[in-house]
Nanobody
Framework: VQLQASGGGLVQAGGSLRLSCAAS????????VGWFRQASGKEREFVAA????????YYADSVKGRFTISRDNGANTAYLQMNSLKPEDTAVYYC???????????????????WGQGTQVTVSS
């Protein structure tokens, strides 16, 4: 499956952005979708993930209560709504797809077989 992330940009602290992850696969619902981010000079880290149907979602502690992950399987698209953005949220954001969806692995980079190209999010103070 090919993934295309979009929606990044420059925003002031406290602002909002919505990222989109469009998939080429017709059976998008067969994949868990995750969002990860990588700040300059740092390792890639888990942000959020959503189950096949969208009934379960998972968040990193650093974004819980501010970010919301969702998906529309009919449109082959997942979203990451980011509110109350902070300068420390600045990073390249990647979406990824996991065909196995093991809950214990959902936060692990290694669980995801397919990755989008990334979209830059910059939050100014």
């Amino acid at each position: 499956v090919q993934l295309q992330a979009s929606g990044g940009g420059l925003v002031q602290a406290g602002g909002s952005l919505r990222l989109s992850c469009a998939a080429s696969e017709r059976v998008f619902g067969d994949y868990v979708v995750g969002w990860f981010r990588q700040a300059s000079g740092k390792e890639r880290e888990f942000v959020a993930a959503i189950s096949y149907s969208g009934s379960n979602s998972y968040y990193a502690d650093s974004v819980k209560g501010r970010f919301t992950i969702s998906r529309d399987n009919g449109a082959n698209t997942a979203y990451l709504q980011m509110n109350s953005l902070k300068p420390e949220d600045t990073a390249v954001y990647y979406c990824a797809a996991d065909p196995d969806g093991r809950p214990l692995e959902i936060r692990l980079i290694t669980a995801y077989d397919y990755w989008g190209q990334g979209t830059q999010v910059t939050v100014s103070s």
